[in-house]
């Protein structure tokens, strides 16, 4: 009885259905659903939220902001405190944020650089550190020995 | 594949927590056949709710006080609608499996995208931060801009800490859930067929949804969302359709709150919508003057919040230094006038609702009818861009740039007033229809 009736009802409004389905489509394709299902199915949020950064024009993994490779030394690293960050593109901002904590302690042990340049190489001085990460030496991660 | 049950999970818990409390004196009948009470229902318990998170945040109790105190009214609300809440009706039903689905089609996409905008990682994820780190607000002075109000991220700190997943976008689904229950609330107006609403809910999320709008942490979706509760309880006192007066006054002075709490801009907004409630709605004088009343009572209580737990009250951001009259004159100029309009121009007609829109604002002029009862409308869309003009013609920053980062936010937080222009001359053509083919 309540098929009957679904498939009349279905019948009546044919043209309006078709819309409604249409309309579903649309939202899926813009929204990318099964893409993302897919996405969020094999990959970790942060191995998202670091992919997602790199098509960011302000950011990239190891460029301008940089939030990929802090992503990733969050993710891989152990350290105290929240490591002290050097951006050697200095128009950039440097995502503190990533490190999820407020008020804190910068560490005194623990270096990040990014975008290294070697032109500005006088501002560091490697053999005061030991390389923990190198990522294509423009981005480090490294400790006080 | 466990965060994908996870994602469900928090959306069944958003769907079973905002429909605890019967505010809208539902009863079964009306759960099967009136499709606004139940949507009615969602967006009251998310004033009130949201009302009781932001005053508890007042007493200057950390984020876990707060969600203990949370449950316990959940848990008051519980016992007191449980014979309600047992009615399968309540969730077994066509909108309910909507909404679950368009929830659900949102949630996955912030769920991938996850990428924070300039302005919430600059300024709003700071206070995120200080909630779910265990701080109060007395520790918001340590933040980037503390005259920024922090009811947004307070409610996405709360949200991410009260979830199975454990990472920060749980408390940005909450963003999600409340835009679709409001533009749902909103279409709910439209007095057609419930398929037909459906298609309708689908056009303005289709025309409305972009991501780093809406989802990265701004809170332009706050103000979008609450200015669609007040504006349907503004038609409902329109056009006659409250059954308790002082009950839906109460909920807009509540949710006025929440828009004073939202942003800075907030402000502007709610007195776009208390202009025309004062000079074109018959409501009785004396509810008049309460809602004004408290929504400036209200007022009060933010700046005394500010200056007690001494948040920056000044607006010395960027772009206003200059308030003195020959400055303000020195900035008035006929070729800053037409750059912000070619701006607003452009935004405006990106958006099919928008050019929709205007197109009804000029054929709704011809219909004497139609604008005598949506001349408050008409208000606050003069309002609304007057309100834009002003805000960009005063900037001491470059004009330019301001209008390219900013106007088409500005422009998508008053949209609502538009999608509710559509629907009331829909409504009205709808019914010009019936008597014709009479």
Redesign the interface.
Known sequence: MIKKKLIKSINA?IF??L??IL??A???K????F???Y???VS??NE??SK??EN?F?SGFCRNQSHGYLIYIKENFKYEHVPDIINFDLDK?I?H?VF????YKKSNKYLILLNYNKQKKNLINFSNYKIIDNYKDSCYFLQKK | MIELINIISQLLIFILIFSIGNFSGLKKNYLVENYSNLYENYSYNIIIQLNLILFLSFLNINLETIIYVYLIFIFFLLIYNFHFLLLKENYLNHHIYFLFFICLVIFLDISFNLTLSWDTEKFWYQKTLNFYNGYTIDNLTNTNRSYNPHFGDLVWALFWKFSLIAEEYSGRLFYGFFYVISISLLISNLKTKVLYKFIFVLLIIIATYDYRILFSGNKEILIFSILCLLLHSLNKFNFNKVKDTNKEIIFFILAANLLLWSKQVGFVYLISLLIPLVLFFKINKNKKFIIIIFSILFYLIKLFVYKFYNFDLNLKSCCYNDFTIQGIISKISFDRFLLILSYLAFYLFQNFIFIIGLIILMLGIKNKKFLLKNLYLYLMIFLNFSFIITIYILTDADLDTMLRTGIERLVFMFMPVFIILIVNYINYFDKRLIKLSK
Request: aromatic share 22%.
């Open positions: 409004n309006v259905y819309i409604f309309l579903i649309i939202l899926f813009n929204n990318k659903t893409y993302s299902i996405k969020i199915s970790n949020y998202r939220i997602n950064y960011i302000y901002k995502p944020w999820g904590k407020i008020n």
